[in-house]
């Protein structure tokens, strides 16, 4: 096994690099210290959980007080958006669909309106949970009573011919 490893390199003389510095110019002025940014120079001596003093009240001369004006009222926050309601509409579906299926069977339509709304209103977290589960309920005891009402329809003749 012969070894591929180049011999030493030869001597290369290596080039004089010149390490003076010249004196800054005179639009340049010294810093007063090298600290790095960020680095602590003694500015914090308390600890952050020591009370703080109170400073005493400040004395308001009458003439001062009688001149002041209060400064308007700024509302610094945008009014929040109103987020779209679908609980009561799926409560209203669900009464008018249970009223409409009492007296004919073709108000499903309404009852499955009522429970799809009821659904969304309950997935989303600002809906009040109370009146979409009423309208859930109500909405599948409308579709209970609509098929009731299709069920008896088709029994009492021949649908077809």
């Known amino acids: 096994m012969s070894d ?3 011999g030493p390199a030869p001597d ?19 810093a007063d210290s090298a600290a790095l940014p960020g680095a602590h ?3 914090f001596q308390r600890e952050f959980t020591e009370p703080v003093p109170v400073a005493a009240p400040v004395d308001v001369d009458a003439a001062a007080s009688a001149s002041w004006t209060p400064e308007p009222d700024v509302r610094w926050a945008p009014a929040p958006p109103v987020l779209p309601r679908s ?10 669909g249970l009223i409409v299926s009492l007296v004919v069977g073709w108000g499903f339509l309404i009852g499955i309106v009522g429970a799809v709304f009821a659904v969304v209103a309950l997935r989303r977290p600002w809906e009040s949970r109370a009146v979409a589960v009423w309208a859930l309920c109500l909405s599948l005891l409308s579709l209970a009573y609509s098929a009731g009402w299709l069920w008896w329809a088709s029994t009492q003749g021949p649908l077809f011919g």
Do not use: N, Q, Y
Request: glycine residues 6%; aromatic residues 6%.
């Open 4 to 6: 591929d490893r180049p």
């Open 87 to 96: 609980a009561p509409w799926a409560l209203t579906f669900a009464v008018v």
């Open 41 to 43: 120079r003694g500015g």
């Open 12 to 30: 290369v003389p290596v080039p004089r690099v010149d390490t003076r510095l010249d004196a800054p110019s005179t639009d340049v002025a010294p």
